[in-house]
């Protein structure tokens, strides 16, 4: 259950960072803004409050998913189309960028969007013009462009996916927003949170999170971030009778994730002690394949998940034999 209530939950530094750009970044007159953060790390609330500390807050907000629509459809809905425009266009229709005129329109997926509709969209941002489809006269609007995705744009404009041009546009402001499992107690704070306001829709009276489980929930890596830490307390407050949320609460693959050996904890010691860089490799290699198998290879995610740079991650993969320089 999505709850835009526009409160970035949180006490940690990166948080606090956070909520000093969205606000410098809604203030200022900037048409463009990016932002970047894994699934459920709070992409769209952060669009809201960059839209509602803005001077545009008293005009629309417009939410387009471009990952929901083929292109052309895309294109009608972003900038309207003339009557007579393509079989089907009965009437000349008002597109969403018109529609968000002084506002904001939140571009979701930004990745998705194909390439010739990013050519339009590089114009606009360029123009502040653009046409209804099958118009020959311009229209001219005041929007900002607030674009989100959750992979890395740059590997997508080395592999000929995205325009390099647009990316660089959209990179001008961009945000990066932290993923849940660097953002320490921030998971417990969360909790408390959404606890709270479960406790009111489902008027029940819940305590908190068990000591364990308050050490699990720091443990666990939230691949699914916020949105996981949410729909997991949910799923309890409608399966769960009790007032204090235990160990036995929470689904296996939690459990599975956080039983293994603990950070720092020891690995299995070979039996040849000359084997001493050998097996120190083999668990290095096995750590990266592991953290890259759970980002879809995303080398700055399985980065994160390592609390290694992208740059490290690289030199450490070079040298394990993982990736040729
Ligand atoms: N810092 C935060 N404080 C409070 N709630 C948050 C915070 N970050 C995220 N949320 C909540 O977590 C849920 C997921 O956030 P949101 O939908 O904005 O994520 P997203 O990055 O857009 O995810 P996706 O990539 O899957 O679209 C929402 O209910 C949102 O309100
Ligand atoms: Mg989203």
């Not at 809201?48 to 807050?57: L, N």
């Not at 001008?172 to 921030?186: C, E, F, K």
């Not at 829709?201 to 699990?216: A, F």
């Amino acid at each position: 259950m999505a709850d835009y209530s526009n409160e970035l939950v949180g006490t940690s530094p990166a948080i606090d960072a956070l909520r000093r750009l969205v606000d410098r970044i809604g203030r200022s007159p900037t048409r463009t803004v990016l932002i970047y953060g894994e699934t459920g790390t709070g992409k769209g609330l952060v669009a809201r409050m960059i839209h509602q500390v803005s001077s545009r807050a008293v005009r629309d907000f417009v939410d387009i998913n471009c990952a929901a629509l083929p292109a052309s459809l895309l294109e009608s809905e972003l900038f309207g189309h003339e009557k007579g425009a393509f079989t089907g266009a009965v009437d000349r229709k008002m597109g969403l960028v018109e529609a968000a005129n002084q506002g904001s329109v939140f571009l979701d997926e930004i990745r998705e969007m194909d390439l010739t509709l990013q050519a339009k969209l590089l114009t606009v941002l360029d123009t502040q013009q653009f046409r209804r489809v099958g118009a020959v006269k311009p229209v001219k609007v005041n929007v900002r462009f607030i674009a989100a995705t959750n992979k890395v744009l740059l590997s997508e404009v080395t592999s000929g996916r995205f325009r390099e041009d647009l990316y660089y546009r959209l990179q001008v402001v961009a945000v990066n927003l932290p993923a849940l499992r660097d953002r320490g107690d921030d998971v417990l704070t969360l909790a408390r949170h959404f606890i709270g306001r479960f406790n009111r829709t489902y008027q029940r009276n819940l305590q908190g999170l068990s000591p364990e489980v308050e050490e699990i929930f720091l443990r666990y890596p939230w691949p699914g971030n916020v949105r996981e830490l949410e729909n997991l307390l949910e799923r309890i407050f409608i399966l769960e009778d009790e007032d204090v949320i235990q160990p036995r609460h929470l689904p296996d693959r939690i459990l599975r994730r956080v039983s293994g050996p603990a950070k720092g904890a020891e690995a299995p010691v070979p039996d040849d002690p000359s084997d001493y860089h050998a097996a120190t490799e083999a668990f290095q290699r096995r750590l990266i394949r592991q953290a890259l198998a759970e980002s879809g290879s995303n080398l700055q995610e399985a980065a994160g998940r390592l609390g290694l740079s992208r740059h490290a991650l690289r030199h450490q993969m070079i040298k394990l034999g993982l990736l040729t320089a």
